[in-house]
């Protein structure tokens, strides 16, 4: 009984001070100092984005490969119906911020008509020689409102003087030029370590890196180390139920990762490197005929766990050999597409009334008020006084509601801060913890068994400064599987509600925990 007259006696004061106007401070508060590192600009609307379209095509498309040889004949490569608008428009009605186009895959065919090479649509039937699939997909990306992507292999098995370190990077470099100052504006260079077997071959990518920023200043570098974006380690599009954006690039080299590591990322992390999580719709990366696509609850799963796991997600959807995303695979997509909408169109906590343990410039202080977690932005966000060692936050739904999904995120402008949490229903009289988390960072997604109830209480349970939420979300999935989390990845029980930093083993997310 007391617990609910403190709830509401919280909930009291919280409006009366609302109704009153009450500033809390005579001047205004300036926001708190960011935790480093921060993101860059690019950064923040590459995270922005959250979803990629992944776009494996070429000759191997149409030899039933998934490596190439660099020997198929360039007549291979003859799309019949080719229609880079197509891919455009499935990338931006299924929410996708961008599209990825492997210009080069390892057999060295060039999808733009490279002046450094005679292995190129140049040298294809289609369109009589005079095609231009770079082209063709920046236009229709361009049109549609989203952002371009490229993939250039560093390996190519068809350029001769592959394995001559000098020639080749002087190669290599001449054709990321031509891609970077003849298609506008690339929002993401995509770059592996894939290196051929038997060839002495050094990549320079530190050179490669530098040309590329150069050329691009709203570019992210994509590999297995960075710069500006990182490979979560696995290509089955699943994060760490931990993970970090703070990330130290010299604990790993393009090629040679920490598997953990790179899932993970790191609290003391010194450098500002967010996961991506790449998986393919289907079994391969290129299109195969006997091959059927993931469906879209499968879908919808892997988006929890990249997405929902403060990751970006790049999809893989591979064009048939008409030039085309298959009939069956836009279906999938279409049905991922409307799940998402049917979840996360309904949020129980609209309109719910907030108060927190305590509000920066004082409880009244509208510029940092709990009640900014209620709009889906990272630049409104609720943010306690300084010194304390607990934080909490109070939600009243308005009325009872069944839910089995709960959003959460921070202003990641102001650096990734929380280390733990919790979340509680009010059952009764007692309050009852639904779910349990580690790291929050840009978004983070929660799945429980369906509770239902009206009060909510977040306790923030450690963090590297003071915790700062900018969303709070509650809402019903009713087509992912029964969700039990004993049957899942699971945080250790919270011990203490102190200002805590984790220690982390790189072989292990949370190894430990360690009072700062």
């Known amino acids: 009984m007391a617990t609910i007259l403190l709830l509401l006696l919280g909930l009291l004061v919280g409006l009366l001070l609302r109704g009153h106007g009450v500033t809390g401070s005579a001047a205004p508060t300036p926001p708190p100092l960011p935790v480093l ?27 039933d490969s998934e490596w190439g040889t660099g020997r ?20 931006a009605a299924g929410g996708f911020g961008r599209v990825v186009l492997t210009a080069k895959h390892h057999d060295g065919f060039c999808l733009w008509p490279s002046a ?21 997909l920046a236009a229709a990306a361009s049109a549609e409102g989203i952002g371009l992507g490229l993939y250039l292999s560093p390996w190519d098995r068809h350029e001769p003087v592959y394995g001559d370190t ?36 050094d990549y320079m990518f530190d050179a490669w890196f530098a040309l590329i ?25 699943i994060a760490g139920y ?33 996961a991506e999580c790449d998986v393919s719709i289907r079994p391969g990366w290129f299109w195969h005929a006997s091959e059927k696509p993931k469906n879209a609850t499968t879908l919808l799963d892997i988006y929890y766990k990249s997405v929902g796991r403060n990751c970006l997600l790049i999809l893989n959807v591979p064009p048939n050999s008409s030039g085309l995303i298959s009939t069956e695979d836009m279906q999938v997509l279409q049905e ?21 343990s305590t509000v920066r410039g004082g409880l009244g202080n509208q510029q940092f008020a709990p009640s900014n977690v209620l709009q889906e932005s990272i630049y409104s966000y609720w943010a306690p006084e300084e010194g304390q060692s607990s934080w909490e936050m109070l939600f009243d739904l308005g009325q009872s509601a ?16 929380v280390i733990k949490f919790h979340v509680e229903i009010l059952v009764d009289v007692l309050w009852q913890t639904i779910v349990e988390g580690t790291t929050i960072g840009y978004k983070r997604l929660l799945q429980f068994p369906v509770v239902e109830g009206q009060f909510l209480k977040l306790s923030i349970d450690g963090a590297r400064a003071d915790p700062l939420i900018s969303f709070f979300g509650v809402f019903m999935d009713p087509f992912s599987v029964t969700y039990s989390l004993e049957n899942h990845e699971k945080p250790s029980v919270v011990n203490s509600s102190e200002v805590i930093m984790l220690r982390t083993d790189h072989s292990f997310c949370n190894k430990s925990i360690a009072t700062m």
């Open 242 to 274: 931990t993970c970090w954006s703070p990330f130290n690039k010299s604990m790993v080299t393009i090629g040679d990762i920490i598997p953990e590591y790179s899932r993970c990322g790191d609290p003391f992390g010194q450098d500002w490197v967010p």
């Open 116 to 136: 450094l090479t005679n292995y190129s649509v140049a040298a294809s039937p289609w369109k009589g020689g005079a095609g231009d699939v770079v082209g063709e």
């Open 166 to 201: 000098i020639a080749y990077n002087e190669h290599y470099l001449g054709q990321m030029t031509e891609l970077l100052t003849r298609y506008g504006d690339v929002e993401e260079v995509w770059l592996d370590g894939a290196k051929g077997e038997g060839k002495d071959m």
């Open 213 to 237: 920023h150069q050329l691009q200043q709203r570019v992210v570098i994509f590999s297995d180390a960075g710069p500006d974006t990182r490979w979560v380690g696995d290509e089955a599009g």
């Open 402 to 417: 069944s839910f089995n999904v709960i959003q959460l995120q921070e202003p990641i402008q102001m650096g990734q801060r």
């Open 72 to 91: 198929a004949s360039p007549a291979v490569f003859a799309p019949s119906a080719l229609d880079a608008g197509q891919w455009a428009r499935a990338a």
């Open 336 to 356: 991922f597409t409307e799940i998402r909408q049917t979840i996360f169109s309904q949020n129980f906590a609209v309109n719910a009334t907030v108060t927190a």
């Open 37 to 63: 590192p921060v993101p860059s600009y690019a950064q923040l609307r590459w995270q922005l984005s959250e979803m990629a379209l992944f776009l494996h095509f070429g000759p191997n498309t149409f030899t």
